[in-house]
């Protein structure tokens, strides 16, 4: 499978952004899909994961404040970005893997797509 992330943007502290993970492939419906962020300096960290068969999980940071959700028809994952803070400043990466039961960690995912920019001024 492909994924291109795409959205990111530069936004003032407390503004939204919506990124999008478009993806390739037969059967989107039954890939896990993750969203991953790297600061600089920083390793890449979990964000939020939408497992093909078991729900959804958040980064302790931005649980209330992001929102992943799927549209398999679209064969695509967003990511609402609300009350944003400098510190979500990184570059935002998706990436999938087939469903699985497993946590969602950086070395468990199989594709990734190149990152999109997200940016919040203070």
């Known amino acids: 499978v492909q994924l291109q992330a795409f959205g990111g943007g530069l936004v003032q502290a407390g503004g939204s952004l919506r990124l999008s993970c478009a993806a390739s492939g037969r059967t989107f419906s039954n890939y896990d899909i993750g969203w991953f962020r790297q600061a600089p300096g920083k390793e890449r960290e979990f964000v939020a994961g939408?497992?093909?068969?078991?729900?959804?999980r958040y980064l302790d940071s931005v649980q209330g404040r992001f929102t992943i959700t799927r549209d398999n028809a679209k064969k695509t994952v967003y990511l609402q970005m609300n009350s944003l803070k400098p510190e979500d400043t990184a570059i935002y990466y998706c990436?999938?893997?087939?469903?699985?039961?497993?946590?969602?960690?950086?070395?468990?995912?199989?594709?990734w797509g190149k990152g999109t920019q997200v940016t919040v001024s203070s």
């Open positions: 939408i497992w093909s068969s078991v729900g959804i």
């Open positions: 990436a999938a893997r087939w469903d699985s039961l497993r946590t969602m960690s950086d070395d468990s995912m199989d594709y």
